[in-house]
């Protein structure tokens, strides 16, 4: 074969290269375009994927995109709230314009389209391609995803890219997706209350103050009365000391069941209780406070007979309710305050007793 013909035949093979290049390449342009008018056409800027749609826009190369994957299922409140995040951080994505490809400081970032896949018939064998045991979870899906062949390199980029949220994550805001998300996909989408989300909160804080005004003119002489902010802090410090917000965040019960049968006020591990354990302790601990004051009131004035009786009387109910604290910390846990030293410190004056160091 002479050099005239090898160059022919490498030229030819060269222009189908280009054609078929260019024609993958246009088939990716294509398919962003496509995502990207179904984007302006939902209202969440999320699009619902079926089976077949994934395939085509996710499994399928060419794809020069990246799309973050949200799966979600019927009769689920974890996804149902989250879903709502979810379309604020989308509307953010199209309002900024990263459904586009974009050129910055010499990087090319690619574009970024948000779907939605709701568990059915049509989609379990989705599901369990990523071994789902549990909703939701956010999947962010790079191009090389699919050219990703070894089980063992998948499962490292599911790691790094694959968000499994549970009640464990604490309340998954918008702000904390999109963090995530521009994390994943290189973009700097800043977070924007809605203007009507500004006016609503407005709102509530105006009327929050109106009426705060108008109830302390009408109830002046009641808000400014020391008895009523006493009884009103002591309130407050026995909800807090209660532990009722650990209570409603883990959906403690208010009371337990023994093996016995019987109802139980107190449970026995070092790191849960009832609800009613809560009040219980956060009440004794500040009776302790309340007998000290009484104690305090009674020691105005002439000393009597009658006030000694008193003194005695409520020195032996602090006594006894520190006791019962004493008691029910050790019931619940070995580490726990001791009203009397241990038995092993020495005694004795007071700069050897250590007693007096505790």
């Known amino acids: 074969i002479n050099a005239e013909y090898m160059g022919k035949i ?15 390449d246009d088939e990716g342009v294509l398919k962003a375009r496509e995502l990207r008018r179904m984007t302006f056409e939902e209202t969440s800027a999320v699009i619902t994927l079926d089976a077949k749609n994934y395939k085509h826009y996710v499994q399928t190369s060419p794809r020069p995109y990246d799309i973050v994957i949200f799966f979600t299922a019927d009769n689920c409140k974890l996804c149902d709230d989250l879903y709502k995040e979810y379309v604020t951080v989308a509307q953010l994505y199209r309002e900024a314009n990263a459904n586009s490809p974009k ?6 970032l690619r574009s970024v389209f948000f779907a939605r896949i709701p568990f059915n018939q049509q989609t379990i064998r989705i599901f369990q391609q990523y071994d789902f045991k549990n909703v939701p979870n956010l999947l962010i899906s790079h191009p090389k995803m699919n050219l990703i062949n070894q089980a063992e390199l998948k499962n490292s980029y599911l790691k790094q890219n694959l968000w499994q949220i549970s009640m464990s994550d604490g309340v998954v805001t918008a702000q904390k997706l999109l963090s995530y998300i521009n994390s994943k996909t290189e973009r700097d989408v800043p977070y924007k209350e809605s203007i009507i989300n500004l006016l609503v909160v407005l709102g509530i804080l105006s009327g929050a103050l109106f009426l705060a005004y108008w109830l302390f003119k009408t109830f002046k002489r009641f808000i400014i009365n020391k008895k009523v902010w006493f009884l009103g802090s002591m309130i407050v410090y026995c909800i807090c000391m209660s532990g ?10 208010f009371t337990g069941m023994s093996k016995q049968g019987e109802v139980q006020w107190i449970a026995t591990g070092g790191r849960m209780q009832y609800g ?3 009040y219980i302790m956060s009440f004794t601990i500040a009776s302790v406070g309340l007998l000290f004051l009484g104690i305090k009131l009674f020691a105005k004035g002439e000393k009597t007979t009658f006030k000694r009786i008193v003194y005695a009387a409520l020195t032996i109910m602090i006594w006894t309710v520190i ?13 726990n305050p001791h009203f009397f030293p241990p038995a092993h410190y020495v005694k004795g004056p007071l700069m050897r007793d250590q007693g007096t160091t505790v």
């Open 276 to 278: 009613a354990e809560g």
């Open 323 to 335: 006791i019962f604290v004493e008691n029910t910390y050790r019931r619940k846990s070995h580490y």
């Open 244 to 253: 009722v917000v650990f209570n409603i965040i883990n959906e403690v019960p």
């Open 10 to 24: 490498i030229s030819i093979a060269i222009l189908i290269l280009s054609l078929i290049y260019v024609q993958a």
């Open 103 to 108: 050129k910055e400081n010499e990087r090319k």
